[in-house]
């Protein structure tokens, strides 16, 4: 990917949170969790005070630390996807305060990681038990004489 098409998927923008909606949807990775996403435009001005096209924003996550309403000025950065900003997270201007989606999706991998490297192991362990088993000598060592036999 070239530094252009980098620069063209992530980019920063500051204006003002307009029409605010928070919407929650079952996890597609456990059916078990909901994760809430926040909706948003952030509308902008020009230098000369001309509006400018809105920017429509998009924040998932299990939970948030930080918050924003209606009216706060913010800076987001993020990736584009259909036509949406996608953030992890962002700085709310008004507050002072970085907003952030906090999500479990590093600690499942880092889960999955470690099933997959236990399930190898079990697998390597057996077949190698197996293997010392199959290969093992069978019958009378060489070395073996009637007399190694104790009688009562």
Not at 18 to 42: L, M, T
Not at 103 to 116: C, D, E, F, M
Request: aromatic share 8%.
């Amino acid at each position: 990917m070239t530094a252009a098409e980098r620069r063209r998927l992530t980019q920063g923008f500051t204006g003002t949170v307009r029409d605010f909606q928070v919407r929650r949807e079952r996890s597609v990775v456990s059916g078990d969790n909901e994760i809430e996403i926040w909706h948003f435009r952030i509308e902008r001005h020009d230098d000369r005070g001309n509006r400018m096209d809105p920017v429509p924003v998009e924040m998932r996550g299990l939970t948030f630390s930080g918050s924003v309403s209606n009216g706060d000025e913010v800076h987001v950065s993020g990736r584009w996807r259909n036509g949406t900003l996608r953030v992890e997270e962002f700085t709310n201007l008004t507050t002072r305060a970085q907003v952030k989606g906090k999500s479990y999706g590093r600690l499942h991998k880092v889960a999955l990681v470690i099933a997959v490297i236990l399930m190898l192991a079990i697998a390597a362990f057996i077949v190698s038990n197996w293997i010392a088993i199959w290969t093992a000598p069978t019958g009378e060592p060489d070395d073996w004489l009637p007399t190694d036999w104790r009688t009562p």
